[in-house]
């Protein structure tokens, strides 16, 4: 859903889109990072492993945009996402999962997520999403069998 | 000389996440990637490299039988396992296929470079949970229990393995051919084979036999939330 015509998201000062990684496993927010990183005006200003540090880390570094993973100890991303919503509805979230499945990618944007591509084709698809969610757009890719839906 | 580092996984991200952590050790160089267990075996083949890290849940070839197919070829190769699941049957089967380092994907940020020193200095490496086993005295009981308590995998052939890993991913016989270079038919006498050997009826047998066996690795979506949270569109 387009902003008013105001944009894309960025903090005023910097103008750069401030970007969490949520990831339980380090190696693949070290992955995300590399690749994120490399485009100018994007930075990462935090990580978390689990939902309830995604939660908390949100509140204290208020990034525009949210990289998450479904499957996480603690808090999963479904249930960190539909609590987001509610704290910082201003927060974009792109979910990264395993999980390539039309019901799965349903219910992420019915707890309010922008955005859902596959981990396994996350190299392909990351930046074009974090694009798309950062102006608000909706960003969706599944592998083969799954629908293929960009907005 | 540098320390030269095989990479196999199916997904570019994780590589790349390894690829970055190995990279910031002086001395190590990542030669090559590889994303999937037979373009490991051929990289391995072509590379020559001093260590190879295999995910254990890739497709076509999974990281188990890619470390077999790879000590079959040259038993000098040095295999690390990389895994999410650290069960009793993972490790003993990582053992058996000959890998030198196991570590959980969870702890590669803080395992894998102690691993690959590890292998650079000609000793092994494997997470707590199997130096439990060994001292429980599991492997110096070896084989003989291994064997008697393992799943039926060891009565496949290897070639079987990879075809019933290639049907519980959902390929076709047809597809299974053009894989592995064979022709429909041989592929359906394996298949039959396989299905009288394990006594399966269905495709649905297999796909749990091979998860059952860590031929294919699935992640479990999180269960439904607890309370709803308003009217659900459908």
């Known amino acids: ?151 | 000389m540098k320390l030269r580092i095989l990479l196999a996984d199916d997904h570019e991200i994780v590589r790349r996440g390894l690829r970055a952590l190995l990279e910031k050790r002086e001395g190590w160089e990542v030669c090559g990637e590889a994303i999937d267990g037979r373009d490991a075996i051929e990289k391995a083949l072509q590379l020559k490299p001093d260590v190879v890290i295999v995910d254990i849940g890739m497709p076509h070839l999974n990281g188990l039988d890619t470390t077999r197919q790879l000590l079959q070829h040259d038993p000098q190769f040095k295999v690390i396992v990389l895994t999410i699941t650290d069960s009793d049957q993972v490790i003993r089967e990582a053992l058996d296929a000959g890998a030198r380092g196991f570590v959980l994907k969870s702890d590669a940020a803080r395992d894998l470079v102690s691993a690959v020193e590890a292998l650079q200095n000609k000793r092994m490496f494997f997470t707590p949970r199997v130096n439990d086993l060994v001292l429980a005295g599991f492997l110096e009981k070896g084989h003989a229990i291994s064997r008697s308590h393992a799943p039926t995998l060891p009565t496949l052939t290897a070639r079987e393995r990879e075809i019933t890993q290639l049907l519980a991913e959902g390929n076709s016989s047809k597809e299974v051919a053009c894989l592995l270079n064979l022709s429909t038919k041989t592929v359906e006498t394996h298949r039959s084979n396989i299905m009288r050997k394990l006594s399966f009826h269905s495709i649905r047998d297999l796909v749990v036999y091979a998860i059952k066996n860590n031929l294919i690795q699935i992640e479990l979506p999180p269960p439904p939330p607890k309370t709803p949270t308003g009217p659900t569109a459908v």
């Open chain 1, 1 to 151: 859903m387009a902003n008013g015509g105001a944009g894309p998201l960025k903090n005023w000062t910097s103008m750069t889109v401030r970007i969490l990684l949520v990831d339980d496993h380090p190696i693949v927010r070290q992955g995300l990072k590399t690749l994120l990183e490399g485009r100018s005006g994007w930075e990462v200003v935090g990580e978390a492993a689990d939902g309830v540090e995604a939660v908390e880390k949100a509140k204290n570094l208020k990034p525009d945009v949210m990289v998450l993973d479904v499957t996480m100890p603690k808090m999963n991303g479904l249930e960190a996402c539909r609590v987001l919503r509610l704290q910082a509805p201003q927060l974009e979230i792109l979910f990264v999962t395993q999980h390539d499945s039309p019901q799965m990618m349903r219910e992420a944007l019915e707890a309010g997520a922008r955005g859902y591509v596959v981990k396994s084709n996350a190299a392909r698809d990351l930046l074009a999403a974090v694009e798309a969610v950062s102006e608000h757009r909706v960003f969706t890719v599944l592998n083969g069998r799954g629908t293929l839906g960009l907005h």
